[in-house]
């Protein structure tokens, strides 16, 4: 049925705004008819993610395809929100050319709350639909799952990029990793999925939940829209826990503001785009500033450091944020305000202790050999004076500053 002009325009405003950002959509005409029939009928589409809880702490890399999730909702439509405390226990791949370890039931679930009370900083919960894929894949028969895999080849399964690198060096592929892809496809069968959202990293997978559509009679399966990876804070590798190059939703709001300044120059646009919810207006006027020498990059990662910790512990954090950094790293002043940690007495020896067993007591370090590490590094000080023989014994009285790196202060309490 042909659209009025009114609603074509509708259609054109949803197609521009999901279209930003995104690294590739497959098909893209479908998403235009699908979109059109939501805009024509007002029935809202099912925009489905699947996360497996292996990794329980979101950083912003984790937050590009929650924030196109947060557009779609801003559109009207629905997100299928799955939490895979199946498939989490079984396993994807790591691309690492090995078999993932397996999580234990005690572990998905602790990670999938975690999870939970997180997604929700950047998605409206009151469209948002949460599952777990137990709820149907914890009910097939051997029969079932036997009908499944009878859906895709072998030769299909080994087209995915880490199976056939391992196929083709002799490395083990155990029976279970194929399940994976075909268990995160039927999600998309379970749930009638419209729509479903991930990286790049997950091409396979994501297109699996077509396949399988179309393998059980869907009129029209779901289409794939794949948001690009980003770079942590080194600028090269995909931000990753394990690597150290993240900044994580629940981080400090310095820890958050500190490292959101330390990014490589040329990924501040990036950043902007994919993890904060400034308008494409405002983007093109800052790329055009960059450009022009108007405004300076220092400038615009402060812009990008005050948005992150504004959007995830609120403006007034954001504001402190801001002035706290100012304070330290730009007037090499000690911050306006510093935490206290107590340090009982029967543990100083004449009101002396180790800088290691220090370093460990004031939560600075979970081991003495990370607190040697630091100290060695340089970066430690006791009253604004570098510490830098991990041996050494040093005097505690209340009121001294102890720091370590340019983000971590306290102040000692002798009780």
């Not at 074509?8 to 405003?13: G, L, T």
């Not at 450091?305 to 609120?314: D, E, I, Q, S, T």
Request: hydrophobic share 40%; with cysteine; aromatic share 6%.
């Amino acid at each position: 049925m042909p659209l009025s002009d009114e609603l074509r325009k509708e259609v054109e405003r949803q197609l521009r705004m999901i279209r930003r950002g995104v690294a590739e959509i497959t098909p893209e005409d479908v998403l235009e008819r699908k979109i059109a029939t939501s805009v024509s009928t007002g029935k809202p589409l099912k925009v489905k993610l699947g996360l497996d809880p292996s990794a329980p702490d979101i950083h912003i890399g984790h937050t590009v395809v929650l924030h196109k999730l947060r557009q779609f909702q801003d559109l009207g439509h629905e997100v299928q929100l799955i939490i895979g405390d199946f498939t989490g226990r079984i396993g994807d791949p790591t691309g690492k050319s090995e078999t993932r370890k397996q999580l234990t039931e005690e572990e998905v679930t602790r990670n999938a709350a975690t999870y939970q009370k997180q997604l929700f900083k950047i998605l409206d919960p009151t469209k948002t639909v949460l599952h777990f894929n137990s709820t149907w894949l914890g009910n097939m028969d051997f029969q079932d799952v036997v009908e499944l895999s009878a859906k895709v080849t072998v030769a299909r399964m080994l087209e995915r990029d880490d199976f056939s690198k391992r196929y083709a060096t002799n490395q083990a592929i155990h029976i279970h990793e194929f399940f994976y892809p075909l268990m995160q496809g039927y999600d998309s069968v379970a749930l009638e999925s419209d729509i479903e959202i991930g990286g790049t990293d997950q091409t396979f997978n994501i297109l699996m939940g077509r396949t399988l559509q179309g393998a059980y009679g869907f009129a029209e399966a779901q289409v794939a829209i794949f948001m690009p990876l980003l770079e942590g804070l080194d600028g090269v590798q995909k931000m990753s826990k394990s690597l150290g190059n993240y900044i994580g939703i629940d981080e400090s709001p310095n820890e958050i503001f500190g490292k959101a300044m330390s990014i490589p120059d040329e990924l501040i646009l990036k950043y902007l785009d994919l993890g904060t919810n400034i308008t494409g207006e405002e983007l093109h006027k800052l790329n055009e500033g960059l450009k022009e020498g108007s405004v300076h990059p220092r400038d615009a990662k402060m812009l990008l450091a005050k948005l992150f910790v504004c959007m995830y512990h609120g403006q007034e954090e954001g504001e402190a944020a801001e002035r706290h950094f100012i304070t330290v790293f730009q007037k090499g002043s000690l911050p306006e305000h510093i935490a206290e940690v107590s340090v009982e007495k029967d543990r100083l020896e004449e009101g002396s202790i180790g800088i290691t067993k220090l370093l460990v007591a004031v939560g600075f370090a979970s081991s003495n050999s990370e607190a040697r590490r630091s100290v060695v590094q340089g970066a430690v000080k006791i009253n604004e004076t570098k510490l830098l023989d991990p041996n050494s014994r040093v005097q505690v009285q209340s009121g001294d500053i102890v720091q370590s790196g340019k983000r971590k202060f306290v102040k000692i309490v002798v009780v």
